[in-house]
């Protein structure tokens, strides 16, 4: 696989995500096109997504990226994608070969991995930014650029500045699905945006903590989480047909917690009335993603939720464990959502993001 020298690529900012900065690399590239920049940088045809992880172009950006920016492939998916994330609901096993085959120079294209049931999912997959943050960034680094931060599934608020994310219009219906095209953040669609003086939301401040304290952590993986999961709910690890119903009566509280209001904002089937979906029961999120989620890979939202829902904090996420004698397990029922502690986020305010 041919390499870019260092010298050609623009360094990365904070919390830039590594399409960003080809994205920023194609700028100062005069002349050439988008497909010619891709192409010089080694990297495979393919949708640049802001939120996949799993196909040929982001693998193939990896080795290729890492070895012209001087850096490890580890650090640069750390740092700058949304795999840290991601790692709460892979296999230990699928990371492992990833990182050993990004590391001798494969794309690990061939172990690339779609999650299961997206389809069921509403969150905004496009490419959004922060107006507020695209301004600080012109000011510090003299350009804006895509945040990993804003990348987020399910994500709704900027965690820092807490504004509507700008990405689907609630005007029109544009949306930038791709970055193909190798642009930065700016209204593409002409239409007015969203104001809002209302704050950041407690899901809002937990999803980027956990992000921020994830790429430091080691060891994360489905295993753990579901480990985890299975203690604080009190059920048996691994669960067998006959404790289903077990898990029907704890998703019961999740609801009763979380509020279907609030799950509606992220699964289609708590959009339908009744408790079907599509002419058949509504799925159980806590027996999918705890009975059925290794050989395949369930989409993080999955365990996003039921994590928010249980009260776990970024720490204990990151660590892989909980004190079920502190209070984690879930109690019969509990009105609201929980305040997220979001002292990491709102420390990011000063321009320290990693």
């Excluded at 120079?105 to 943050?133: E, F, K, M």
């Excluded at 289903?244 to 609030?262: H, N, W």
């Excluded at 939202?301 to 994590?307: A, E």
């Excluded at 249980?310 to 984690?328: K, M, N, Y």
Aim: net charge neutral; glycine share 6%.
């Amino acid at each position: 696989m041919r390499r870019t020298g260092g010298h050609l690529l623009v360094q990365p900012l904070p919390d830039e995500h590594l399409f960003s900065v080809i994205a920023r690399h194609h700028l100062v590239s005069a002349g050439r096109t988008a497909v010619d920049t891709l192409n010089r940088l080694d990297i495979e045809p393919g949708p640049l997504r802001s939120q996949n992880v799993f196909n040929a172009a982001f693998h193939s950006a990896v080795p290729s990226l890492a070895a012209g920016l001087g850096m490890s492939p580890g650090e640069l998916v750390r740092r700058h994608s949304l795999l840290p994330l991601y790692r709460i609901a892979l296999p230990a096993n699928v990371l492992s070969t990833w990182e050993k085959r990004w590391e001798i120079g494969d794309d690990a294209s061939d172990d690339a991995i779609a999650t299961l049931n997206p389809n069921v999912l509403c969150h905004d997959a496009s490419w959004r930014y922060c107006p507020r943050c695209a301004e600080e960034d012109v000011l510090r680094h003299g350009v804006e650029y895509w945040h990993v931060l804003h990348q987020i599934p399910g994500l709704e608020r900027c965690p820092l500045h807490a504004v509507p994310l700008r990405g689907r219009c609630p005007s029109c219906g544009f949306s930038q699905l791709k970055l193909n095209d190798l642009t930065l953040p700016r209204p593409r669609c002409g239409c007015e945006p969203e104001r809002s003086l209302s704050s950041a939301l407690p899901w809002d401040e937990w999803l980027g903590a956990l992000l921020f304290r994830l790429r430091d952590a080691e060891g994360v993986s489905v295993e753990a989480i579901v480990k985890m999961l299975s203690e604080v709910l009190d059920l048996p690890h691994p669960l067998k047909v006959r404790d289903r119903p077990a898990t029907a009566e704890r998703l019961k509280r999740i609801e009763a917690r979380t509020g279907e209001a609030s799950l509606a904002r992220i699964f289609h089937f708590y959009r339908t009335e009744g408790a079907t979906f599509r002419g058949r029961a509504r799925p159980n999120i806590v027996w999918t993603s705890l009975a059925e989620s290794f050989g395949a890979a369930r989409h993080p939202l999955y365990f996003l939720v039921l994590l928010w829902s249980l009260r776990l904090t970024p720490d204990q996420v990151a660590a892989g464990s909980a004190d079920v004698s502190e209070g984690a397990t879930l109690p019969a029922a509990s009105a609201g959502l929980p305040a997220a502690a979001a002292s990491e986020t709102s420390s990011r305010r000063s321009g320290d993001r990693q």
